[in-house]
């Protein structure tokens, strides 16, 4: 090593020894007489001391040239620092410089390296390796890697093979849009790359692997938001001989010693909700359970008394935040306007407020009198000091538009803070749902999800096929869903219906998915399984919400990678190699 010695090692036990730190300079100090260097590395960062007199003049006139982000060595003797500063680790010493080589210099990098940086996002992901630089963003990429080896340690004491599966497959229909890749030895011909290895990891149980994870890259080619990217990670698990106990218990136990590795918690045993109680009371089958306000239905409290707009809807509901009574015409205003937004969708907020001698007033006064309004602080076992926030309308619209309400309040009541964890497994989805644009059904997990034993029979009528239940479940940590699975079908004719179901003529079926429904013919054992979003579970540990923090290298909002500059054209020549007759000329 060019070292003897990190930048974050020193310690007054070392005062005297004569060292060699190699790093980057954080910055100098020059004060005249004495000349400081802050030294650093990844383990942290060392003060260096050129003092007039004690120092050799040639080497601070070095020091005086040196730029931010020189690459330096410098051997020197340990020493007491004079001022102590008690928030380094290395504040009780500094190195009095005998040496000082530069190694490599350093253009002016285009934003500050600290941990309050003045560059923006852009910039920062242009110069991607310089912003690796920074603590935070290092610190992230460290926990993701506590997070990978303790999962990695975990899975493997409870005998799972870490088996890893082609990149290069086939596109199917199903699921998101997929990423592709031509094949120049097959003209016409392209391969897709995963959307996860789900049909592999089920081949590997017909194999017998009897247990089987991966942490391993997915690719969808969906639109963006803050917590996707096109390729991402998943940590991604199969077991053989099981039932849904089984796996809810199993990767409990991984989720609880993620915690306990990585953040020093106990989170105890998961809670369960059925999607039809997450649907009913949070209206949203990620609730964020950090938080009660759970929604309260209202349709035989409120209608029948002559307001229009209660009594044409199919759904009256709404939550109590607590203490908010105080809310002033101003922020109640905010509120409405919130729920109005295209992306929430409600056509108005009815509000309530209950008053300290237990009266309620409501912006619905002229419809309600005062006896009628004592029910709805009923319904809502509401106190003095309670507002009450109530939406109409289309019932799954309105659910929708009220689950966007009562995180809004949860977030300025200051109820979702990112050091409480609250995870809980979502249970019984759908097998199917309908998609009216479409005009069918489709899974609603996967197609490969089976249904409970006990609902197959609804499958039969058309009018009950929507109310078939799965066993398939998610694991919901502060109301981001972080996992998902499903136990699967292992019986040749049950998947082959269900992709009837789907709406795939047998052709169809035996083209996309012939090679499955094959090796279901030759013993497949009753298998199931799940997968996390790791970006996403290492974001929740850091207390961020972005996955783009949590990820080495990661694509921007429109699905590039600004430092490399991908995606990117093609030659003429490449593209006529591969087959592909033209390429859309870029605007
Ligand atoms: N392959 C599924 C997914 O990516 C997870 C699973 O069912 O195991 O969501």
């Given at each position: 090593m060019l070292r003897t010695h990190t930048c974050g090692e020193l310690r007054?036990?070392?005062?005297g020894q004569t060292v060699t730190l190699t790093g980057w300079v954080q910055r100098t100090r020059d004060k005249g007489g004495i000349l400081w260097i802050d030294l650093r590395d990844r383990y942290g960062l060392t003060q260096l001391a050129l003092e007039e007199g004690v120092e050799t003049e040639e080497v601070r006139a070095q020091a005086r040239e040196l730029g931010r982000e020189f690459v330096l060595s410098v051997t020197g003797r340990v020493a007491e620092r004079?001022?102590?500063?008690?928030?380094?680790?290395?504040?009780?010493i500094e190195i009095r410089v005998e040496t000082l080589t530069v190694l490599n210099p350093a253009k002016l990098?285009?934003?500050?390296?600290?941990?309050?940086?003045?560059?923006?996002d852009d910039l920062r992901m242009k110069y991607r390796y310089l912003d690796l630089r920074r603590n935070t963003v290092r610190n992230n990429l460290m926990l993701r890697h506590r997070v990978a080896q303790a999962t990695r340690r975990f899975l493997d004491g409870q005998q799972f093979i870490e088996v890893e599966t082609p990149v290069l497959i086939k596109s199917t229909p199903e699921g998101a849009r997929d990423f592709v890749v031509p094949s120049r030895m097959n003209p016409g011909e392209f391969y897709a790359l995963p959307q996860s290895p789900q049909t592999f990891k089920q081949l590997l149980m017909v194999s017998g692997f009897d247990r089987y994870f991966q942490i391993v890259k997915c690719f969808r080619d969906e639109d963006l938001r803050?917590?996707?990217?096109?390729e991402f990670t998943q940590i991604d698990c199969e077991m053989s001989f099981v039932e849904q106990e089984d796996i809810l218990n199993t990767f409990e136990g991984l989720v609880q010693y993620l915690f306990k590795e990585?953040?020093?918690?106990?989170?105890g045993t998961l809670p369960r909700m059925t999607y039809a109680d997450a649907m009913r009371?949070?209206?949203?089958?990620?609730?964020?359970?950090?938080?009660e306000m759970k929604f309260v239905e209202l349709n035989d409290v409120v209608k029948?008394?002559?307001f229009p707009v209660f009594d044409a809807a199919g759904l009256v509901v709404g939550i109590n935040a607590h203490n908010?009574?105080?809310?002033?015409r101003k922020q109640l205003d905010e509120l409405t306007e919130f729920v109005k937004r295209p992306q929430v969708g409600a056509t108005g907020l009815v509000y309530a407020r209950v008053e300290a001698d237990g009266n309620v007033k409501s912006s619905v006064d002229k419809f309600y009198s005062q006896d009628e309004l004592q029910k709805w602080k009923a319904a809502f076992n509401a106190q003095p000091g309670d507002l009450l926030l109530i939406l109409a309308g289309e019932p799954h619209k309105t659910r929708k538009a009220l689950s966007e309400l009562r995180l809004e309040m949860g977030q300025r009541m200051g109820?979702?803070?990112?050091?409480v964890f609250s995870p809980l497994w979502v249970v019984d989805f759908p097998l199917l749902e309908y998609i009216e644009e479409e005009g069918r059904y489709f899974?609603?997990?996967?197609?490969?999800t089976s249904p409970k034993p006990e609902d197959v029979?609804?499958?039969?009528?058309p009018a009950t096929i929507g109310e078939v239940r799965a066993n398939a479940y998610d694991m919901v940590i502060n109301g981001v869903e972080v996992g998902g699975g499903s136990i699967r079908i292992h019986d040749r004719a049950v998947q082959a219906r269900m992709f009837s179901l789907l709406g795939f003529s047998d052709e169809e079926a035996k083209a996309q998915f012939g090679f499955l429904l094959d090796a279901f013919e030759y013993g497949a054992p009753p298998h199931g399984g799940i997968a996390f979003g790791f970006d996403r579970l290492c974001s929740l540990f850091g207390g961020a919400d972005s996955i783009r923090d949590f990820i080495a290298f990661p694509k921007n909002n429109?699905?590039?990678?600004?430092m490399i500059d991908s995606p990117s054209p093609i030659s003429g020549a490449q593209l006529k190699e591969l087959s592909i007759a033209t390429a859309v000329e870029k605007k």
């Open positions: 007054p036990d070392h005062i004079h001022s102590k500063n008690d928030k380094m680790p290395t504040g009780a990098p285009p934003f500050l390296i600290e941990d309050e940086t003045d560059g923006g803050a917590d996707r990217q096109p990585v953040k020093g918690l106990e989170i009371y949070y209206g949203n089958d990620k609730p964020d359970t950090r938080f029948g008394q002559g908010s009574a105080m809310y002033t109820l979702r803070d990112k050091d899974a609603m997990h996967h197609p490969f029979a609804l499958l039969d009528n429109s699905g590039r990678d600004v």
